[in-house]
């Protein structure tokens, strides 16, 4: 009886609380600023054709570069966790699971490559790229195709932090003509195109090597 | 039609995300986690925000779920050996 009682008032705590929120939504003022015309008026100087992307590489270039220093640094944290031992042979799948993995990993392959290239002018771009490129190494990893990765060796750690590096000098070769990644109206696709192909293979490596160094199969 | 599968998004999320909750066993529950992403994903196409609905997919439901998968094999290994 008690129990029913108390599982009556969450019940109904909940249920305020959901109307609360959907009154406060419905009341929301509108925003004091509205960033879509001035966002739409300079896409053209943008380089892409997408918003999300010009906003995202171009406008507030920024937070992109502290998002993927983000990244990096946790990934730098796992790292100072991870021992030294040496990573044991992953297990070995089904041959039907092997055989599904080989065929699907081209292709996600390919539909990375095409996220990357079609987020200039429609949705896709580098996160989501680098998204399905890791999990294509996780994809690899569960099968048994992959070993889980040990202390990372120079190729690797040069590849974590290739894309960091490239925005930065981006950003600091930028800074000579003018301000902080504000691109010249000409290069700026180009540009663009850069940097998201280093953060591609950078956050591929970085959101598989979350899942790699930590998948172990030596339990304490 | 376009309301009716609206709705039924909808009931679907909210269906899925009290399972995942409620489920008693581990291994359902990341299944149901993983539904719950793909749904998920649907609903940010449906607002018009494909490119959250990739990340979502991407990130949310696939690196996500196979994290998951991978942990609850670990402990189901774990309490095997025991």
Do not use: C
């Amino acid at each position: 009886m008690k129990r029913m009682s108390l599982v009556a008032l969450v019940l109904a705590l909940a249920l305020a609380f959901v109307a609360v929120l959907a009154g406060a939504m419905l009341e929301l003022a509108p925003a004091a600023i509205d960033l879509r015309l001035p966002v739409a008026a300079h896409l053209a100087d943008s380089g892409v054709t997408h918003p999300v992307t010009a906003v995202l590489l171009n406008y507030r270039g920024y937070d992109t570069l502290l998002e993927i220093a983000v990244l990096l640094l946790a990934l730098l944290a796992i790292l100072a966790v991870v021992d030294d031992a040496p990573a044991s042979p992953s297990r070995v799948a089904h041959p039907v699971l092997q055989a599904l993995a080989r065929l699907a990993v081209p292709l996600m392959i390919v539909v990375a490559v095409y996220l990357l290239w079609a987020g200039a002018f429609r949705p896709g771009g580098a996160f989501q790229a680098g998204a399905v490129l890791a999990a294509a190494a996780v994809l690899l990893h569960l099968v048994g195709l992959l070993p889980g990765w040990s202390r990372p060796r120079l190729g690797l750690r040069i590849g974590l932090a290739a894309g960091f590096v490239l925005f930065l000098a981006v950003a600091a070769g930028l800074l000579t003509q003018g301000s902080l990644l504000q691109y010249p109206p000409a290069a700026a696709g180009v540009l663009i195109l850069l940097i998201e192909s280093g953060l591609t293979v950078s956050l591929a490596l970085i959101l598989a090597g979350l899942f790699l160094f930590l998948s172990r199969e030596d339990e304490a | 039609m376009t309301f009716a599968f609206d709705l039924l998004l909808a009931l679907s999320l909210l269906w899925s995300a009290w399972r995942t909750l409620a489920t008693p066993r581990l291994d359902r529950a990341i299944v149901l986690f993983i539904v719950f992403g793909l749904l998920m994903s649907l609903a940010w196409a449906r607002l018009a925000a494909p490119d959250i609905g990739l990340a979502e997919a991407a990130i949310g439901a696939g690196l996500t779920g196979a994290l998951l998968l991978d942990a609850y094999g670990v402990l189901r290994r774990r309490r095997v050996d025991r």
